[in-house]
């Protein structure tokens, strides 16, 4: 998937569960990658597949980008201005939220999933303690500026900070963000956490509104001045 990716069951992991969730995200590469020319996605951007023969995951996906474009005003669009699909900012949240489920499924109630920043977790780490999620200075790479206690919720961030300029809004005629460089979201699970980071940085400094708007979600905004706007629950959430 083109991203570090860290997989915490504790003492309760098996060789062959990691193996499984480490073949999920690898399957998951190979069919949503935008950078490999033999995923599904790319033949789908060349015309080669018809719509009859997407892959159930395809369909889902594509489903989730549809609502959740919709559940946003439309910033949040996978279609991209030459007219091909990049689901990048919803794959990775939703992978996450089932590589969570393969662990669930095995009975394992205490782990941490992580990948490119985004994260889900559930239960207590090996020293019993809640789960922790550090949220960096994009000015600092360095140093932690507020510590999340997310308790079964998922937490994504969007930025430029570390990729560059790679989210656009789609109401700006492809016009980058650059009034704010980080927007961490958390959410009832990865996938809403995600989804809807990417939605809300694409507006910009008014994404942070959106998310205090949004039943379910808090945030956490830098903007290029240094300056940190959270929502109005999100302080609830870094009390350990």
């Known amino acids: 998937m083109g991203m570090p990716i860290t997989v915490d069951i504790g ?17 998951i590469d190979r069919r949503f990658s935008t950078y490999r020319a033999d995923s599904e996605i790319a033949a789908i951007n060349r015309g080669d597949v018809p719509v009859v023969d997407w892959s159930g995951e395809m369909v889902e996906v594509l489903a989730l980008a549809r ?20 689901p990048s900012g919803i794959v990775k949240g939703w992978a996450i939220r089932n590589a969570a489920g393969i662990v669930q499924r095995a009975g394992i109630s205490d782990f941490f999933i992580e990948a490119g920043g985004d994260i889900q977790s559930c239960g207590k780490n090996a020293r019993g303690q809640d789960w922790s999620v550090g949220i960096r200075n994009p000015f600092n790479a360095d140093e932690i500026v ?24 789609p109401h700006g005629i492809g016009s980058p963000i650059q009034d704010i460089v980080s927007l961490t979201v958390i ?36 903007d290029v001045n240094g300056r940190a706007t959270p929502t109005t629950g999100f302080g609830a959430l870094c009390q350990p």
């Open 11 to 27: 003492r309760a992991s098996t060789g062959e569960l990691i193996d499984t969730v480490f073949g999920y995200f690898e399957h």
């Open 67 to 86: 609502r959740t474009r919709d559940e946003t005003d439309g910033y949040f669009d996978i279609r991209k201005p030459d007219g091909s699909l990049d």
């Open 187 to 222: 959410g009832a699970d990865v996938l809403d956490a995600d989804r809807f980071a990417t939605a809300a940085f694409a507006m910009g400094r008014d994404g942070i509104l959106f998310i205090e708007q949004t039943a379910g979600l808090e945030g956490y905004l830098i």
């Open 146 to 169: 507020k510590v999340v206690y997310p308790r079964r919720r998922g937490v994504a961030t969007s930025g430029t900070y570390v990729r560059g300029q790679h989210i656009y809004n």
